[in-house]
């Protein structure tokens, strides 16, 4: 007669499997027994079904059996923090499991169910020990079994942390950077010249902001398509990028407006470093459509102004260092466009 344990059915009169049953010879917990061997492990073991919908064993029991699927279909699920359960892997056909916790004597770290009426063998603590100490060889190779099986887990769980890590990296970029261009965006430019400011708090510390607008671009992007445009960001992105330090920042702004933040940098380098962006986006031929979605390209050239502004000289705030940069880039503008003007306000 069954009798029956939690929600766990069992045959405790059930027949043993023979050793031809193709499951078991070919579960990774027998790897490396001969027939003998084999034969003695299952003498340890009772088969028990477990019906569709109940459990194998809920997370946070105590281990007091480890198991072989031998039938059926099996799923892990962990519990969330918010009480909701996830499903984080299914069990194979051969494959065993709960051995860590008879091991470790730790509670279950997850709740195994069945999908489908299943059938599992069973070893319980006390009859796995007694392997151990009574059978060593036999318990040496289960012992390599686990172990083996414990690094395909390490393996598996590393691939998922670097993917985990490199899905962060990804995010964590796509915070702080623009999509067409590759340049920080402008949250991060701007959170950069206010760290300057916070970690300089007797505002002696120098730096100068560069805003850089592209002369003309709506003309350009009206005769060729915006992908013209899209193809001149990127040409200025790589020029900016070239002519500045690895500690500047570089950004897309807004639109067709960049700004180049030079920490550690005076007027005059900043000047210097402010002419060679515009002298090499004026020398920069950029290949476009020659008309809105059209195959044939012709080259372009685009201009640019730029705006300055130094700290402390023009401001000791985030906000007077931008606005004041972008006065000087408008005074450039109305100047004729495709030349660079230093701020003239002074920080009061």
């Not at 279909?73 to 051969?94: K, N, P």
């Not at 950077?177 to 708090?201: A, I, M």
């Not at 180049?260 to 476009?288: C, K, M, Q, W």
């Not at 008309?291 to 402390?312: D, L, M, W, Y």
């Amino acid at each position: 007669m069954d009798k029956v344990h939690g929600d766990v059915q069992s045959h405790e009169d059930a027949p043993r499997p023979p050793i031809e049953n193709p499951v078991l010879m070919n579960s990774p917990f027998f790897t490396d027994m001969s027939g003998l061997e084999y034969n003695a492990a299952i003498a340890f073991m009772e088969r028990r079904k477990v019906r569709g919908g109940d459990p194998v064993f809920n997370q946070g029991d105590m281990g007091e059996e480890m198991f072989i699927l031998l039938e059926g279909s099996l799923s892990a699920f962990r519990r969330q923090s918010d009480g909701t359960e996830r499903r984080i892997f299914d069990v194979g056909l051969g494959h065993f499991f709960g051995e860590m916790s008879i091991i470790a004597n730790d509670p279950r770290s997850a709740t195994i169910r069945a999908n489908v009426d299943s059938d599992v063998m069973v070893i319980r603590r006390a009859d796995f020990y007694r392997i151990i100490f009574e059978f060593p060889m036999l318990g040496i190779k289960i012992l390599n079994s686990i172990i083996a099986l414990q690094n395909v887990w390490l393996n598996q769980s590393s691939r998922h942390l670097g993917d985990l890590m490199r899905w962060g990296e990804t995010a964590r970029r796509r915070a702080i950077t623009d999509e067409l261009t590759g340049l920080y965006n402008r949250r991060f430019l701007e959170d950069s010249v206010k760290d300057h400011f916070e970690h300089d708090p007797r505002g002696i510390r120098k730096a100068a902001l560069l805003m850089l607008d592209l002369d003309k671009i709506h003309a350009i992007n009206e005769r060729h398509g915006r992908l013209a445009g899209d193809l001149i960001f990127r040409a200025v992105a790589r020029i900016l990028n070239a002519q500045t330090r690895s500690g500047d920042i570089c950004a897309r702004f807004a639109g067709d407006e960049f700004c180049v933040f030079l920490p550690d940098t005076d007027g005059i380098s900043a000047l210097d470093i402010a002419e060679n962006i515009r002298d090499a986006i004026s020398r920069e031929e950029v290949v476009v459509p020659e008309k809105p979605n059209a195959v044939p390209r012709v080259p372009v050239f685009t201009r640019t102004s730029i705006g300055i502004a130094t700290a402390p000289y023009h401001g000791r705030t985030p906000e007077h260092l931008i606005t004041t940069a972008d006065a000087a880039l408008i005074r450039a503008k109305d100047l004729g466009r495709n030349r660079v003007e230093m701020a003239a306000e002074i920080n009061a």
